[in-house]
DNA sequence: AATATTTTTTAGATTAACCTAAATTACCTA
DNA sequence: TAGGTAATTTAGGTTAATCTAAAAAATATT
């Protein structure tokens, strides 16, 4: 295999981003404004991902490009790393999940094989990041986190309201008044063991007490 | 500070070993093979380095080079993470030694001072790498390993003899026939309770027998 | 539809890191 | 010391990755 710059790949995950953010052919500005380049710029690098030898995007002149299979590798290939690297900073080296991003930037572009799948292994192979994404296994696979619910959040843990159980005008009502929608982030401050109620953090903002039946019926994405 | 580039800093570390082994001048030639690279390249390169801006070698024209203070604290920092990582690599992701070295180099470019630190911390701040190399703490201070003698090697350990206890002619005519000259390998194959005597290999070619006496007199640095 | 605006591409330059070939300097030895 | 060889530097060119400015195409607006 012909050989992969760092630039070149940081272009393959910056489309793999967009491509997945839109589901649409991902436009040459969109990139430029991604990756903190020129428009000017990121056409040249287009037409190279797009050569013949490389093949790693599709490419319709003025249309936007997409990545092919040689390129989805590649880039989800990065993903892993990435999130490897995230997982091991954390776990083993006590970063804060806020923090370790930029390190693993640098870290994600080192290729050895044997490295990654030894690292992985150091760490359980795990399917989730500190961040609560998904992790794609050697063969590329990505563990799809189910969402969950409340009451199955850690103490501590954060996650974003993705939907409810019940469905009934009055929990969607006392909801509203509690300034829960979807997307709301919370938070599990403490589970109070004495009747499974919750102190749970809303948006960063104010505190409220949630009692068992209301985290059972609140599906959350962890984050 | 400016940025270094990550050949600016390949540079920095080959003079910095260069002048360690010779202790004379750094000369353009020795830099191009060490570097695998042209004379004509090196020399574009000590001129860069040498510059008003970055002063990070000394710089005679068609006389050779050494490190400056500055130069001698970036290639300091670069052994302190190859060796780190090459200690992780060996420690927690069980590579052997032999298998690591490639991969610390690409690691050891990453400046990030608290992953450096944390990586240190979290490996119990070692003194050594796996292959007996000191490793500078963050202040670039080594600590050199000191020689012991050839009876107190661990059997299978590998030294280098660096000396000898007993100059006597006798004993040195010995070691001459032995083939034993400062420098050679030597590993302790087995040593034999009964008598104190040990199965040397040496040089990785012949074994022999040397006795506890001969052992006393000879003084190794562990590899 | 005609014009204006935005997006994308092309053209041409720049910089770091390399290269080859040629010129210069240093050194070694007869 | 003269000449020859080896080491070093200079000159000039290449490629990847960037940029600005201008041209071309697509899209929006009147």
Redesign the pocket.
Known sequence: MFPI????E??LKAIFKLYEETATLV??????KE??????????????LSSDEKKLIH??????VKLTEAGNKIATSLIRRHRLWETFLVEKLNFSWDEVHEIAEELEHIKAEKLIDRLDEFLGRPKFDPHGDPIPDAAGNFTFRKQILLTELQENQEGVVVGVLDDSPSFLQYLDKLRMVLGTKVKVLERIAYDGSNRILIDNQYEQILTNKVCQNLYVKVT
Chains 1, 2 share one sequence.
């Not at 710059?5 to 070149?8: A, G, I, N, P, R």
């Not at 990756?35 to 190279?48: E, F, G, L, P, Y």
């Open positions: 710059s760092k630039t070149e940081n272009y436009s040459t500005n969109a990139i430029a990756m903190n380049t020129k428009a000017a710029s990121v056409t040249d690098m287009i037409q190279r490419y319709k002149k003025r249309k936007g």
